[in-house]
């Protein structure tokens, strides 16, 4: 499911899901929760890197469990790992770092908000297909989305369920840079390195003090939006969505 590496203080952590293009399905929710919780407590570990193996960051969460979900088949626990997953990214203590080297769809997309540097492939490309599913904003997006973006280029993301492009996303405030295409991942160690190799108290402090300017906003715009999910899930028009999706 994934693949960690540790280098001068920094930990990467692959999404390693290359034959669902590294979606997330409740195993794979787990085991990155376990490594993020690993990290955030690991004294040898200043900053964080995730990235995916493959052509993709991650096509965000398997729409086939997720369609089960909606049906009401699903395992009760099977809606556990989603939230947890949050959890960790929200309250990781340590930099976060994003090399997003292919494409990230819905939670591939949504997590970067919780990232504090996103480095990008010049090839990659981003996308929240939620209106086209019929699902509300997910991982506190409905907040991070605007706050990051701006109102209006937000309201076109979520809204219009568009591709973003690598230089649009630096535009956008989504990313910090464009990468040469297969460089993303050293240039995002490098970097993540350079923070690390800084007092480890310092930059816990500095990210804790950026994250507090939030307040209980983030958390609030989730417990919004799964209550909205409550309301929209079990629908005929989202369920038919998410089949349609689930076996393409």
Not at 77 to 94: E, I, N, V, W
Not at 137 to 147: R, W
Request: charged share 20%.
């Amino acid at each position: 499911m994934i693949e960690t590496e540790d280098a001068d203080g920094v930990r990467l952590i692959a999404f390693n899901r290359p034959e669902a293009r590294n979606a997330f399905n409740v195993a794979m929710y787990r085991t990155v929760a376990d490594a993020l919780e690993e990290a955030g407590s690991d004294d040898t570990v200043h900053a964080v890197v995730l990235t995916g193996r493959g052509s993709a960051f991650s096509a965000g969460q398997d729409l086939r469990e997720m369609g089960e979900i909606a049906a009401g088949r699903a395992p009760a626990d099977t809606g556990a790992g989603f939230p947890r997953l949050l959890d960790s990214l929200q309250g990781c203590p340590k930099p976060l770092f994003a090399a997003v080297n292919g494409v990230g769809v819905g939670l591939g997309f949504t997590m970067l908000g919780h990232c504090d540097i996103v480095l990008m492939d010049e090839g990659a490309r981003l996308r929240v297909p939620f209106a086209e599913l019929g699902v509300p904003p997910e991982a506190g997006s409905s907040y991070l989305f605007p706050a990051r973006m701006g109102w209006q280029e937000a309201a076109r993301v979520l809204l219009c369920s568009e591709w973003v492009t690598a230089p649009r996303a630096v535009d956008t405030g989504v990313a910090l840079r464009v990468c040469p295409s297969g460089t993303v991942v050293d240039e995002t160690m490098t970097l993540a390195k350079q923070v690390a190799a800084y007092p480890p108290a310092a930059v816990r402090e500095i990210k804790a003090l950026m994250r507090a300017a939030q307040g209980d906003a983030v958390g609030n715009a989730r417990s919004r939006e799964n209550e909205a999910y409550g309301r929209l899930l079990g629908s005929a028009a989202t369920r038919d969505a998410l089949d349609r999706w689930g076996t393409t």
